[in-house]
């Protein structure tokens, strides 16, 4: 059951009807919706029914981790497809099967992915899934025992990433510290700040503003803003460790 604490916190985080358009507003569930952010180099995907539902699904404590899994890819899916509306394309004409032409467009450039080791690389499938023999990098930034400060433990990136648009991908943003650090190491070998995009699930908006204040140019791409951090700096309401549940419990 709930505690009073609980129920203020809901009381306090943005709520909606959520359902198909062709519904009343008086016959759709309200559920809990994503915190609005003011920065211009955020993006967070629309709060649909479907999203709200996988969303449910992964931070319920109750769900297997088979079930988490299935879940938290087909959100990264979205993710995905939604970090890749933010990299440039240009003008494609090409000519259909009847022999007629169709203005299209077609991608400019070459991409790879990068993950933040661990949790990240559960993201790296949907990027293969959508990008054939994409190039996939890693990155382990781990907290520094002694000072609680991200510390980087160890790198692996293509040798031409400069000349890549990069999807950085960690699924939850917490200070952003390790993220910030990640962003570091990638401007360290060239890689401008505006072919930066970052991919998460949830995202905290102390994490968010942190992101946009250092990193201007850059993009992130986020499922969903949650209320905040709690004492511990863990998001909340969050759905607990991400990598823990994807790969062990």
Not at 22 to 50: C, E, F, G, R
Request: with cysteine; glycine share 6%; hydrophobic share 40%.
């Amino acid at each position: 059951m709930a505690s009073q604490d609980d129920a203020n916190e809901l009381d306090r985080a943005p709520s909606q009807g959520v359902g198909p358009v062709y519904m009343s507003s008086t016959d759709k569930p309200t559920a809990t919706v994503s915190t609005q952010v003011s920065h211009q180099n955020i993006t967070i995907l629309p709060q649909t029914p479907q999203l709200i539902a996988l969303l449910t699904m992964i931070r319920d404590k109750n769900t297997n981790r088979a079930d988490f899994i299935f879940h938290s890819n087909r959100i990264i899916r979205l993710l995905v497809e939604e970090g890749l509306n933010h990299l440039p394309v240009r003008e494609h004409i090409v000519t259909t099967p009847v022999g007629k032409t169709y203005n299209g467009v077609r991608f400019e450039g070459k991409i790879c992915g990068v993950s933040i080791m661990r949790a990240g690389e559960a993201m790296e499938q949907a990027l293969r899934e959508c990008c054939r023999s994409v190039r996939i990098g890693k990155i382990l930034i781990q907290r520094d025992e002694e000072t609680s400060q991200p510390r980087l433990f160890y790198d692996k990136l293509p040798e031409d990433i400069a000349d890549r648009w990069v999807l950085l991908l960690d699924p939850m943003l917490a200070t952003g510290g390790s993220a910030l650090m990640a962003v570091d190491v990638l401007r360290s070998k060239g890689v401008p700040e505006e072919r930066i995009c970052f991919l998460n699930l949830i995202a905290s908006p102390e994490g968010a503003a942190n992101f946009a204040k250092k990193f201007p140019k850059l993009r992130v791409v986020t499922a969903f803003v949650d209320k905040g951090l709690d004492e511990k700096n863990y998001i909340v309401p969050g759905l607990g460790d991400f990598g823990d549940r994807f790969y062990t419990l």
